[in-house]
């Protein structure tokens, strides 16, 4: 099998706003894997605080090229999740860390394994697409009238994530309030210090028909995060303190629930590995995203119907998506009844 990738600079549509900081565009890498005349899709999206970036992908994907040109997969030999697996986990060994440069191989091989079967990839993970949540669309923190602008964008989705942890969170709330009723998912991005504060805030929010509170203290405080959620009217879910499956029984007392991102866990396979295991253990469930194209988003659309909460808005959020848009239905992403992923290219 042979790999390809290309660097690629996603524009965002707003410059996105967050308690750490502000940026106009993600570094991404899109990848495809070509077996026989059949490509198989994948992608890096590199948001700055996990330090992946062109030259870390670059040199991870170069090496990644050679293990997957030893897998030649004779026509006749059909892929299996557990050959899938085997590839994967032959990449992980290759270096810690390069957590998005792995999931852009993991689910290139995900679409050909689909393109080899031709047949929708949900359909061989077995999920049911009946169970698919509905997902949020996220906003930045920003004056008045840009949340305006960007609430007539946001249109098409129920539900608004909106990004907290400043000293302004009550004033962002009421702005949004005087806009719109939808309920709201809040995402303090770890920037809550005060433990008695956050609870209260969390009972304000409670009464804003705000639904959840993800990551309100620093990733690693972890005893804070464990004193809300003892006592919060809101579930409380951990997103920055958790990045893969091995990290489940470190927050898995501390926190409701865990926000599964694809370009954390390396992929598709661990993705739904850890969402199977977070929910056998009785943690709620959301699948999440960075800003990225279309192909990192019906990637992780696939393990949503598992979940209570969806926020794989990212392709919503950029210009220049290079492959068509997902189907949008109800507020919900339709997953392709096409092979794969069902990609297909903007041209
Ligand atoms: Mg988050």
Known sequence: MQLKFRPILLELRHPFRLATG?????????????????????????????????????????????????????????????????????????????????????????????????????????????????????????????????????????????????????????????????????????GWKNREEALEIAHWLAEQNVRIIEQPFPKDDLDSAAWLSARSPLPIIADESFQRFSDLDKVANCFHGVNVKLMKCTGIAEGLRAVKAAKSRGLQTMVGCMTETSCGIVAAALIAPLCQYADIDGCWLIRNNPFKMPDLVDGKVRLSDKSGLGLKMRL
Do not use: C
């Open 22 to 190: 502000s940026r106009t565009h993600t570094n991404a890498m899109l990848t495809e894997i070509h077996w026989h005349g059949l490509t198989g899709y994948g992608e890096a999206a590199m948001p700055p605080y996990y330090g992946e970036n062109h030259e870390t992908a670059t040199s991870f994907l170069q090496r990644a090229a050679e293990v997957l040109l030893t897998h030649t997969m004779p026509q006749r030999l059909q892929m299996t999740e557990d050959y899938l697996q085997n590839i994967m986990d032959e990449i992980d060994a290759l270096a810690l860390g390069n957590h998005a440069a792995k999931a852009s191989v993991d689910i290139a091989l995900h679409d050909l394994w689909g393109k080899m079967e031709d047949r929708p990839l949900w359909q061989l993970l077995k999920m049911e697409p009946d169970n698919m949540p509905v997902t949020s669309f996220t906003l930045g923190m920003d004056e008045p009238e840009i949340l305006r602008q960007k609430m007539l964008e946001a249109d098409d989705f129920q539900i608004i994530k909106i990004k907290i942890g400043a000293e302004n969170d009550r004033e962002i709330i009421r702005t949004i309030r005087e806009i719109t009723d939808k309920p709201i998912y809040a995402d303090a991005n770890q």
